[in-house]
C-alpha cells in the first residue's frame, strides 16, 4: 500500500502539472484567448481543436508509450501501433463527450474549478493554497497564461459525465453473474500429442546440392557485421578525476552551500488497517465498509493487537506485515492519510480516515525527527562530486583544444607527432557487438565509431564517461562468406529447419486424420509418439501442472462435444501439440459472497464501459468532423 499511496500521490501531480496547470484561472482575473490565432487541426460539430493541442496530446502518448520500453521508443512502433490516428480518436472523443455532457446538462460552475485547483497540495503550503506558489510553478514552467479555467473545467465535466452515465447502470443480473463465474472457472481436458522438431533431426540427411541451394536462399543471415580499426583520443572523467587536488575549504564551501541536501526530513513509521472501497464502488459497499472499519475501530480501543486485526482485515498488501509501511516522510501518501498521520502522536490510533482506496484506521509507531548529517560523515561524499564537476569541466576543455589542434594541423597524426604527450589509442579490427576492453560497452561511442568510413575524423563524442575523438584507420564492410567457411553452422540450421518442417506436416497430417475420424490412439500405435492427458486445464495460467501448454489454453476453451478438434496444428517454440477435446467441468464450488461481489463489480464495470462506448459512437456517427489535409 506504501508504493500505492506514494503512486497515487505522484500521479496526481503528473496529471494536474504536465496536462492542466499549462494555464491561469480567468475568474481569477488571469489570462486572455489566444486560440483564435492558431490553426486549426480538427473540428468537431462547432468544437475547434488546434495543432498545438494535437502535438501536445500526441507527445503525451510517445512519452507514455516510450516509458514502456525504457525511454526509447523501438524503430517503426510508433508506426505499425497508429499513434497519430489514436490520438485523433481520442481527442474527437473527448470533443464528443463534452459536447454530450452540455446536451445532457451536465456543467461544472466556476466555483468548483476553483476548489478543485485550490485543493491540490502541489499549489499548497502548511495546507493552505498559496499564490505565490502557484505563480512560481507557471513561471518555472514557461507555462502561458491562456485557457486555465476552460481546461480544468474541460476536464471535470468529462469526469462527471461518466460518473452520470455510469449511474444508469448499477445493477448485473444474477444470473450473468452467475454465467460470468461459471465460464470463467470451468476446466476443459484434453488428450494430446507432442512432437518436438529435434525428435525429427535425424531423419534428415544433408545432401550437398541441397545444402548449398538452400544456403542460397537464406545466405543473408550469415552475412558478417563490419569490423573497424581505430585510433583514437580518450578524455575519461575517471582519469581526470584521479589527478585533482581538492583543499578543505572547498569542501567546507560546498557543505554550507547545499546543506539541505544533506538534511533528511522528519520521517514516521504507521501501521494500518484498509477497507477497500473506490468511487466505483456502490454506496451500499461504502455504508458496509465504513461501518466494518468502526466495529474494528471500537475493538482496537480495547487494547487489542493492531498487527494482528491489520492481518485479519485488512485489504491492503501490508497486511502480511501487519499493516507496517515502514518510514515515510511528509508528502509521500495521498493528502488525507499525509495529513492525518502528521498530525498524530507515536502510538496513538487515528479514527476513520477516507482517501480514493477506501476506509483506514491508522496507529502512529515511531518518529524519526529531521536531521542534518555532520560534514565528516559526508566528506567523501562532497570530495568525489567536486572531483567530478572539475573532472567534467576539464575533460571539455583538453578535448576540445585537441580536436581544434587537429584540425589545425590537418590530421590526427600530425596532431600527435607535434603533442607527443597525447595518448593516442590503437585497436585491432573489431565487431561492434565484441569491442575490445579499453573502449568496451560504451554505445554512443560505439555507435560514432561504427559510423565512420575509412580514413574519416569523427567529430568530438560526449559521452557519459567523458570525451573522444575517433579516427577510422580502416574498416571491413559486411560480406557473405562461401558456404566452405560456414559449412557447419549452415548444416545445423539447415537440419533444425527441416526437422521443424517435418514436426509441422507430420502433425498437421495427424490432424486432417482426425478429422476423417481416426482417433489419437489408433494413429500413434506402433510410433515413438504418446497420447498424454491434460487433466483438468484452467482459463489462467496460476498453479497450472499440466504437461499441456498454457499458450494453447485458449484455444482448448474454443473446443466442445461437437467441436472437439481445433482447425489448425498447435505450435509453441518449436515443438507442435495435436489435441482433442476430452470434457468440460463446471466449477468445482459455487462462488462465495465476496467473489461474487466482486464479479458483480466487474460486470458493471463493463456494462457501463459499453453503455459509455455505444453514447460515444452514437454521437460521433451524428457528428460533422473535419479534418486538415496535414491529417
Not at 397 to 414: P, R
Request: net charge negative; glycine share 4%; charged share 25%.
Amino acid at each position: 500500500m506504501l508504493q500505492i499511496l506514494r503512486n497515487k500521490a505522484q500521479s496526481t501531480f503528473i496529471q494536474v502539472i504536465v496536462v492542466i496547470i499549462a494555464l491561469v484561472f480567468i475568474f481569477w482575473g488571469v489570462g486572455t484567448n489566444m486560440m483564435n490565432t492558431r490553426e486549426v487541426a480538427l473540428t468537431v460539430n462547432d468544437d475547434e481543436i488546434t495543432f498545438q493541442q494535437f502535438q501536445e496530446a500526441y507527445d503525451q502518448a510517445i512519452v507514455n508509450l516510450s516509458g514502456q520500453f525504457g525511454g526509447t521508443l523501438p524503430k517503426g512502433l510508433e508506426e505499425s501501433l497508429g499513434i497519430k490516428q489514436q490520438v485523433i480518436e481520442q481527442l474527437i472523443q473527448s470533443s464528443l463527450l463534452r459536447q454530450g455532457a452540455t446536451e445532457m446538462g451536465i456543467g461544472i460552475s466556476a466555483e468548483e474549478v476553483r476548489n478543485r485547483i485550490t485543493s491540490l497540495p502541489q499549489f499548497q503550503q502548511d495546507g493552505q493554497f498559496n499564490m505565490e506558489r502557484y505563480q512560481s510553478l507557471l513561471a518555472a514552467n514557461r507555462l502561458t497564461p491562456a485557457t486555465f479555467e476552460s481546461s480544468m473545467r474541460h476536464d471535470m465535466l468529462s469526469d462527471r459525465t461518466v460518473q452520470d452515465i455510469g449511474k444508469f447502470v448499477t445493477l448485473a443480473p444474477q444470473s450473468e453473474i452467475e454465467d460470468l463465474y461459471n465460464q470463467q472457472n470451468e476446466t476443459v481436458a484434453v488428450q494430446f500429442v507432442r512432437m518436438d522438431s529435434a525428435s525429427f533431426n535425424e531423419d534428415i540427411k544433408v545432401e550437398k546440392s541441397e545444402l548449398q541451394k538452400w544456403f542460397e536462399s537464406v545466405k543473408d543471415n550469415y552475412r558478417t557485421a563490419p569490423e573497424i580499426k581505430l585510433r583514437y583520443l580518450a578524455y575519461t572523467f575517471d582519469d581526470l578525476s584521479r589527478k585533482i587536488t581538492v583543499d578543505e575549504g572547498q569542501i567546507q564551501a560546498y557543505y554550507s552551500d547545499n546543506i539541505e541536501t544533506f538534511s533528511a526530513p522528519e520521517q514516521r513509521r504507521a501501521r494500518h488497517i484498509l477497507l477497500a472501497a473506490s468511487a466505483k464502488d456502490s454506496p451500499e459497499r461504502h455504508q458496509e465498509r465504513r461501518q466494518k472499519a468502526a466495529e474494528i475501530l471500537d475493538t482496537l480501543k480495547k487494547n487489542s493487537d493492531f498487527a494482528a486485526l491489520a492481518k485479519q482485515y485488512s485489504d491492503d498488501p501490508s497486511k502480511d506485515n501487519g499493516g507496517d509501511l515502514g518510514f515515510f516522510s511528509r508528502g509521500s501518501m495521498v493528502p488525507e492519510f499525509d495529513a492525518k498521520v502528521f498530525s498524530m502522536q507515536p502510538g496513538e490510533i487515528s479514527d476513520i480516515v477516507k482517501t480514493d482506496f477506501g476506509y483506514h484506521i491508522i496507529k502512529l509507531e515511531e518518529v524519526k525527527p529531521s536531521a542534518t548529517r555532520p560534514l565528516d560523515e559526508v566528506r567523501a561524499e562532497i570530495l568525489a562530486i567536486i572531483k567530478g564537476r572539475e573532472a567534467k569541466q576539464m575533460a571539455f576543455q583538453l578535448a576540445n583544444a585537441a580536436y581544434e589542434g587537429i584540425i589545425k594541423a590537418g590530421n590526427l597524426k600530425a596532431y600527435t607527432d607535434a603533442h607527443p604527450d597525447a595518448d593516442l589509442k590503437e585497436t585491432d579490427f573489431f565487431l561492434q557487438k565484441q569491442p575490445p576492453k579499453e573502449i568496451g560497452a560504451n554505445q554512443k561511442l560505439l555507435d560514432a565509431a561504427f559510423a565512420l568510413n575509412k580514413g574519416e575524423l569523427s567529430s568530438l563524442i560526449e559521452t557519459d564517461s567523458g570525451y573522444a575523438i575517433l579516427f577510422a584507420i580502416d574498416k571491413k564492410p559486411p560480406v557473405v562468406p562461401p558456404l566452405a567457411t560456414v559449412e557447419d553452422k549452415v548444416k545445423v540450421d539447415f537440419i533444425s529447419t527441416k526437422a521443424e518442417e517435418k514436426a509441422r506436416t507430420t502433425a498437421a497430417t495427424m490432424l486432417e486424420q482426425l478429422k476423417k475420424g481416426k482417433t489419437l490412439q489408433q494413429l500413434t500405435a506402433d510410433t515413438a509418439f504418446q497420447v498424454t492427458a491434460s487433466g483438468d486445464l484452467h482459463r489462467t495460467a496460476a498453479n497450472q501442472t499440466s504437461a499441456f501448454p498454457t499458450d494453447l489454453h485458449p484455444q482448448a476453451f474454443m473446443l466442445s462435444q461437437s467441436s472437439p478438434l481445433p482447425k489448425e496444428v498447435g505450435q509453441v517454440g518449436n515443438t507442435f501439440y495435436v489435441y482433442v477435446f476430452q470434457e468440460r467441468k463446471p466449477p468445482a464450488q459455487k462462488a462465495d459472497e465476496q467473489t461474487t461481489r466482486q464479479y458483480r463489480e466487474a460486470l458493471v464495470r463493463f456494462n457501463q464501459q459499453q453503455l459509455l462506448a455505444a453514447w460515444i459512437g452514437n454521437l460521433e456517427n451524428q457528428a460533422k468532423i473535419r479534418r486538415h489535409k496535414s491529417l
